[in-house]
């Protein structure tokens, strides 16, 4: 079975890492694929007094992201256990998340919960929109 683990670098996102290597442990048949997806800006524009090259932005925060993976694919590492780990670049997150799920023959979606969006609940934005979205069942760590 492949399933699909969102990496944040959160606290919630790390338990579902947590989550998913416990599964890995248990059930030797399972691939785990690690992925984040690093903010995307294509603006320049701040304010009247203040511009901003978007290359240098996404430089950031590709390494920011990148970092994150990093820490979260060392948890499966350390443990011997094999994992992937994938970047995506820009987008919003459910919708890559759940693109790369389609196109990848993903299984199942482990996805921490932050739980910060008023207005989809107790669920956070990128949770509500997987959970909603999805086509394969999404497991909720909080």
Not at 61 to 76: I, M, Q
Not at 113 to 125: A, F, I, Q, T
Request: charged share 25%; with cysteine; glycine share 6%.
């Amino acid at each position: 079975m492949k399933v699909l683990v969102a990496v944040d670098g959160s606290k919630p996102s790390l338990k579902a890492v947590e989550f998913a290597l416990n599964l890995a442990k248990e059930h030797h048949a399972i691939e785990v694929i690690l992925i984040t997806v690093a903010c995307g800006y294509d603006w320049t524009y701040v304010s009247d007094d203040v511009f901003v090259d978007p290359e240098k932005i996404n430089e950031a925060c590709e390494l920011a992201f990148s970092k994150k993976l990093d820490e979260a694919k060392k948890v499966f590492d350390d443990a011997g256990v094999k994992v992937k780990a994938i970047m995506i670049s820009g987008g919003d997150p459910a919708k890559e998340i759940l693109k790369y799920v389609e196109e990848n023959d993903i299984e199942r979606i482990i996805v921490g919960n932050k739980g910060l969006n008023p207005l989809s609940g107790l669920l956070g934005s990128v949770a509500y929109s997987i959970l909603k979205n999805a086509t394969v069942p999404v497991v909720l760590v909080k």
